[in-house]
């Protein structure tokens, strides 16, 4: 990987982390006044279309492409760590007790057997196929999240 493109890496991933070094800290009132339910579904929404921009800037070839997919991190990453918010919530209202703890940290392996999955999978796809088909694959497991989670 040449200099450049381990910086548009990096910023891929970057775009992602920066709203949630501020954000965790209005999410808990954002929830609050919406109401939990109302919150899923618009943080739901917002990794949906996170995904979807980046999906589509993986198939753009020209400079615009980058942008696009830094665009759709940011939308991910926003939606996605306040979802771990949420996350927290219900499994405080589900568990009690001596269970509380074992849930929590089943909720987060859970959460790092997909990004471990992602990291796995992902690359080998895109490989055989193309980026763009591993992003819509990316896109697919969002959607499904979403429609079964």
Same mark, same amino acid.
């Given at each position: 990987?040449?200099? *450049?493109?381990?910086?548009?890496? &990096?910023?891929l991933?970057?775009?992602?982390?920066?709203? &949630?070094?501020? #954000?965790? !800290? !209005?999410? +808990?009132?954002?929830?609050?006044?919406?109401? =939990?339910?109302?919150?899923?579904?618009?943080? !739901?929404?917002?990794?949906?279309?996170? /995904?979807?921009?980046?999906?589509?800037?993986?198939?753009? *070839?020209?400079?615009? +492409?980058?942008?696009?997919?830094l665009?759709?991190r940011? =939308?991910?990453?926003?939606? &996605? *760590?306040?979802?771990?918010?949420i /996350?927290?919530?219900?499994? &405080?209202?589900?568990?009690?007790?001596?269970?509380?703890?074992?849930?929590?940290?089943?909720?987060?392996?859970? +959460?790092?057997?997909? %990004?471990? %999955?992602?990291?796995?999978?992902?690359p080998a796809?895109? *490989?055989?196929?193309? #980026?763009?088909?591993?992003? =819509?694959?990316?896109?697919?497991?969002?959607?499904? %999240?979403?429609?079964?989670?």
């Amino acid at each position: 990987m040449t200099g *450049e493109s381990s910086f548009k890496y &990096n910023m891929l991933y970057a775009m992602y982390s920066y709203p &949630n070094i501020i #954000l965790p !800290f !209005f999410t +808990g009132v954002f929830i609050d006044k919406i109401g =939990l339910s109302t919150a899923l579904h618009i943080l !739901f929404a917002l990794c949906i279309i996170g /995904q979807g921009f980046f999906t589509i800037g993986g198939y753009t *070839e020209d400079g615009t +492409g980058l942008i696009i997919a830094l665009l759709g991190r940011t =939308l991910f990453g926003i939606g &996605n *760590e306040s979802l771990g918010i949420i /996350q927290g919530i219900f499994v &405080n209202r589900w568990f009690k007790g001596n269970e509380l703890a074992f849930a929590l940290a089943m909720a987060t392996s859970v +959460g790092r057997l997909g %990004s471990t %999955s992602n990291n796995l999978i992902n690359p080998a796809l895109a *490989e055989v196929t193309s #980026l763009g088909t591993a992003l =819509l694959f990316g896109l697919l497991i969002v959607l499904l %999240s979403y429609v079964f989670g």
